[in-house]
């Protein structure tokens, strides 16, 4: 079997042409032909799941008796970033939300701001593709106000989630983290910037000031400490290429559960 760095690549499960599932969330696939095989599956399960599901299925919503005593970090527990943590000095007053790209309107909005705007709370589970599941309680922005505020313009396609923690020193050589979804997913009704968790202000660990959750797609796929949004037709010019930060190290870009 191919070597892959940090953590072994399992092959299982079986959709249509077949499904690949990667265990860990440091993996990198370094043969590109199945590279070329993942991105192709990939496709295949956004597009099989889409049309099973529809567009607006909801992702399952719990009870507060449900909720987990625990809930692990996924990802980074803290971003080495000295620009974090000047901001988490001040209690975030000075943190301000970006929202640029293709946009009629750009924004900046500070956690003040957000806290003003009609907000959702959901209880869902977090599925994390090392293998682990938690349920937690969850209050934020609707992204999809976010956007109503900005307005997309013609040809915006993909909504792109710039985060402050700092990672290996890789690719564009700084290891800064990135994710993003489509506008289809972006308008989902379960798909929130959060800034609460179990009725509490995010801790560090979790992402403050805000992390994304996007309830029909993986944990790696909830971007936290979230910076800035932009609006982009393509993500192929964004560092790898690949659409995230994780997807650049050969993770799928559609995560969808």
């Avoid at 040809?155 to 564009?172: I, N, P, S, W």
């Amino acid at each position: 079997m191919n070597k892959l760095t940090r953590r072994r690549f399992l092959f299982g499960g079986t959709l249509g042409a077949g499904a690949l599932v990667l265990t860990g969330c440091d993996a990198a696939v370094q043969d590109p032909g199945i590279e070329g095989v993942i991105r192709s599956a990939e496709g295949l399960t956004m597009k099989t799941q889409r049309l099973l599901q529809g567009r607006h299925a909801l992702a399952r919503e719990f009870s507060e008796a449900d909720i987990s005593p625990s809930f692990r970090v996924n990802g980074t527990s803290a971003p080495d970033s000295k620009e974090y943590a000047q901001l988490l000095d001040g209690d975030f007053v000075d943190w301000r939300l970006k929202v640029d790209g293709l946009v009629d309107r750009p924004q900046a909005f500070s956690l003040a701001d957000l806290r003003k705007l009609p907000a959702r709370t959901q209880i869902t589970r977090h599925d994390c593709v090392e293998g682990w599941s938690a349920i937690a309680k969850w209050t934020g922005v609707p992204l999809s106000t976010i956007l109503a505020t900005a307005g997309p313009k013609p040809g915006a396609r993909y909504v792109v989630f710039h985060c402050a923690d700092e990672l290996e020193k890789t690719l564009d050589g700084s290891g800064r983290y990135y994710e993003s979804i489509d506008l289809i997913d972006a308008y989902h009704p379960q798909t929130i910037l959060a800034y609460a968790m179990n009725d509490r202000n995010l801790m560090v660990g979790h992402g403050a000031p805000l992390r994304l959750r996007v309830e029909r797609q993986l944990g790696y796929k909830q971007a936290k400490y979230i910076m800035r949004i932009e609006i982009v037709d393509s993500y192929a010019a964004l560092w790898g290429g690949n659409g995230g930060y994780w997807e650049d190290r050969g993770y799928e870009w559609y995560a969808g559960i």
